[in-house]
């Protein structure tokens, strides 16, 4: 059965403290990771795939890593509009389609 | 990138009746589109992967016949509660299913429900 467990649950930053979620899985037969942020009462919003180890991807103040196990997604100087919940979620085959199995996510909150 | 639409954006019904929720697709056809439920403090869990013009596929443990999914054209799949309780009180989102399931999927915003 595929686990997506990440952590912390709750993360708070002061606005410029730099600091990583962590999202640690595991799955038969990886397609790919992702991350999504979500905001209170929104749907996910999509920020980036990874598909294999090694693999790193920026956006801004945000970069993600995958290793053969987890993933982490570091935050650089934070601030206060990336408050949000972070998603991370991974894709298998099943079913003829390829679902995703979402982690719990980190509650970010970053203060001023 | 793919525009998904989701309505309504919260929705209050009374124990008993009945609730659709709609997704379409705004600037592709899609063929299949995944429904997801989440509590509060938990993850997006998979409900139905629903499929145009044939029956959806369910997830264990999710009553086919409570949660009823019809994907009749390429652009709204449609997902209605049916005699709804307070305890299906969630957060439903839709989502696409990218072309080979290897790019961003997009969500739609979610429909809170309330059963009261």
């Known amino acids: 059965e595929d686990q997506v467990t990440q952590s912390p649950e709750a993360l708070r930053l002061q606005e410029g403290e730099s600091s990583s979620l962590n999202c640690s899985y595991t799955v038969s037969g990886l397609r790919g990771l992702f991350w999504y942020r979500q905001d209170p009462g929104k749907g996910p919003e999509f920020l980036f795939t990874?598909?294999?180890a090694g693999e790193e991807k920026e956006k801004e103040r945000l970069k993600a890593t995958l290793t053969k196990k987890e993933s982490f997604l570091h935050i650089t100087a934070p601030k206060p509009e990336d408050s949000a919940t972070y998603l991370c979620?991974?894709?298998?085959?099943?079913?003829?389609?390829?679902?995703?199995?979402f982690g719990k996510g980190t509650k970010l909150s970053v203060i001023p | 990138g793919a525009v998904v639409s989701q309505h309504p954006s919260w929705v209050i019904c009374k124990s008993g009746t009945s609730v659709k929720i709609e997704c379409r697709s705004l600037d592709f056809q899609a063929t299949t589109m995944f429904w997801y439920r989440q509590f509060p403090k938990q993850s997006l869990m998979l409900m139905a992967t629903s499929n145009e013009g044939s029956k959806a596929t369910y997830e264990q443990g999710v009553e086919k016949d409570k949660f009823l999914i019809n994907h009749a054209s390429l652009t709204l799949s449609t997902l209605t509660v049916t005699s709804a309780h307070p305890e299906d009180s969630s957060f439903y989102i839709c989502s696409d299913n990218p072309p080979g399931g290897r790019y961003g999927y997009t969500f739609g915003s979610g429909t809170r429900l309330t059963v009261v």
């Open positions: 979620a991974v894709q298998a085959p099943g079913a003829g389609s390829y679902q995703l199995t």
């Open positions: 990874l598909y294999s």
